[in-house]
């Protein structure tokens, strides 16, 4: 099992930065894939980024791609995701998941964090 918690949301000026956390627990492996996900009002959830739990390997939405930057700590066991250059349609709840095996479905959630972007 894994437990994930986010922190680091909050309401910022379009341009602005934060940088999000997630603190992870319990086992993971060295095939763990770990990702930021969001969900803004009225709209589906989106993926964000993610990165391998072991290697270098990180992915971004065309969206957030020269903006966003994902890293993980893993002796704090945290992953991050900085946010630069926020926009108001960054706005959204962020989400961190976790998958342990291969493929595109992500077993564990965090429990959101709210991000506001004002213009």
């Not at 763990?32 to 964000?48: C, I, Y």
């Not at 992953?79 to 479905?105: I, N, W």
Request: hydrophobic letters at 30%; one cysteine or more.
């Amino acid at each position: 099992q894994v437990q994930l918690v986010e922190s680091g949301g909050g309401l910022v000026q379009a341009g602005g930065s934060l940088r999000l956390s997630c603190a992870v627990s319990g086992r993971t492996f060295s095939s763990t894939f770990m990702g930021w996900f969001r969900q803004a009002p009225g709209k589906e959830r989106e993926f964000v980024s993610s990165i391998s739990w072991s290697g270098p390997t990180a992915y971004y939405a065309d969206s957030v791609k020269g903006r966003f930057t994902i890293s993980r700590d893993n002796t704090k066991n945290t992953m991050y995701l900085q946010m630069d250059s926020l926009k108001p349609e960054d706005t959204a709840v962020y989400y961190c998941a976790a998958k342990l095996l291969p493929g595109p479905k992500y077993d564990y959630w965090g429990q959101g964090t709210q991000v506001t972007v004002s213009s």
